[in-house]
């Protein structure tokens, strides 16, 4: 604690009254089993009345990001017209009226003759995260390379304001630069993104809101190679990735996630990945690869391919997420609508039969019970 904070809590007791939750003054007591009797019951009466001091497991959104500084400062670091025109509600007239909005949405504190600022409010809504320490390494990055490794980069863009402010700047500028892809129907060149604009959105979201913050030193990213895009957050994710697309999110941040579809950032709960997937299987794209470590969570989203450039692996996993996403649609997967899906000519049904038994062998999808049929055969993931 800074001797600037110090002053400030003890400026904060004593506007406390005498005897509350979280305050009691003592003196002389040498008794450990009284001590800690009063430390429990100060940090249960703290948690219980909204205070951020207390020794109880408080949520990363709730802890402070930058403490003890004045209106004028929180209207500095916290970029609060932002605030205000992305949650959709009415600038007020004066500086009390902006700063009490701010802490009814917890983006702020209020101290006796101070205001902190929330991780909430800072991770979201910072002018710049280099104001606060603890975030200021968590800033996206987003890097194009020349090719398909990190030798060479071509540029590179960090984006130091919070989250919310820059969404919609990250977004466009990846979808701005993303290479097209041609495609000719009726006798007229199209481009079109190589990659679904609304996939990169999605996936960008869920990799800033499910990130772990308590991991150092790394942030979420966004390297866009020739022929793969990958977008990586630090921390393992709290669900199996075989289940992204059924299940409901299970999130480290639920605040940072809540607020994010208050600003319609993404999707509602649970079908942000579901909309995703099946932008990829619109664009005839291979299904994106989920991929997790002890530190990070990346999905991985791959350029066009034919069905002679696609490996097994590549084959399997558009199999199983195909069938997932029927499932989570009310259908149920069919040699015809695998062969839909990656454009397999009637003729070859063998193809698409042999990616159905692979799958299978894989203990990934299983055969309907209730098929008519071999020929009508219906599949669902082995969970469903």
């Not at 097209?180 to 609304?198: D, L």
């Not at 393992?236 to 075989?242: E, S, Y």
């Not at 999110?249 to 709960?269: H, I, K, V």
């Amino acid at each position: 604690m800074t001797d600037k904070e110090f002053k400030t809590t003890i400026a904060d007791i004593q506007a406390s009254p005498k005897e509350c939750e979280w305050v009691e003054i003592k003196e002389n007591n040498a008794h450990p089993e009284e001590i800690g009797e009063y430390i429990s019951a100060l940090a249960n009466g703290s948690a219980y009345m909204g205070q951020s001091k207390g020794y109880h497991n408080s949520t990363f959104e709730n802890r402070l990001a930058l403490t003890g500084i004045s209106a004028d400062e929180v209207l500095t670091v916290i970029d609060y017209p932002s605030v205000f025109r992305l949650l959709k509600i009415p600038l007020p007239e004066n500086k009390s009226g902006i700063l009490e909005k701010l802490t009814e949405e917890r983006i702020i504190n209020k101290r006796a003759s101070s205001y902190d600022v929330t991780n909430l409010g800072a991770i979201l809504f910072a002018t710049d995260l280099k104001y606060f320490s603890t975030l200021s390494r968590k800033a996206v990055r987003v890097i194009f390379y020349k090719d398909n490794s990190r030798i060479h980069a071509k540029k590179e863009e960090v984006w130091t304001k919070g989250y919310a402010v820059d969404f919609k700047n990250i977004v466009d500028y990846i979808n701005s630069n993303l290479p097209v892809s041609e495609k000719i129907t009726e006798a007229v060149r199209k481009n079109k993104p190589m990659y679904p604009p609304i996939a990169v959105r999605e996936f960008v979201a869920n990799a800033l809101i499910h990130q772990d913050f308590y991991i150092g030193g790394t942030s979420p990213m966004v390297e866009i190679f020739r022929t793969r895009l990958e977008i990586t957050n630090p921390g393992k994710p709290l669900i199996d990735t075989l289940r992204f697309i059924d299940h409901s999110p299970q999130s480290r941040n639920e605040q940072l996630a809540s607020m994010m579809r208050r600003m319609d950032f993404c999707e509602e709960r649970g079908s942000g990945v579901d909309r995703a997937i099946e932008q990829c299987e619109l664009y005839q794209l291979p299904a994106p690869d989920f991929t997790k470590d002890v530190d990070y969570t990346r999905v991985i989203m791959f350029a066009p391919k034919t069905m002679r450039q696609m490996n097994r692996e590549d084959k399997i996993r558009a199999c199983y997420q195909h069938c997932c996403l029927q499932y989570v649609n009310g259908e149920k997967m069919t040699n015809e609508s695998l062969r839909k899906r990656l454009e397999i000519l009637p003729e070859n049904y063998s193809i698409a039969s042999r990616i159905i038994s692979d799958t299978v062998s894989e203990g990934l999808i299983t055969l309907d019970e209730n098929s008519r049929s071999k020929k009508y055969a219906q599949y669902l993931p082995i969970w469903g």
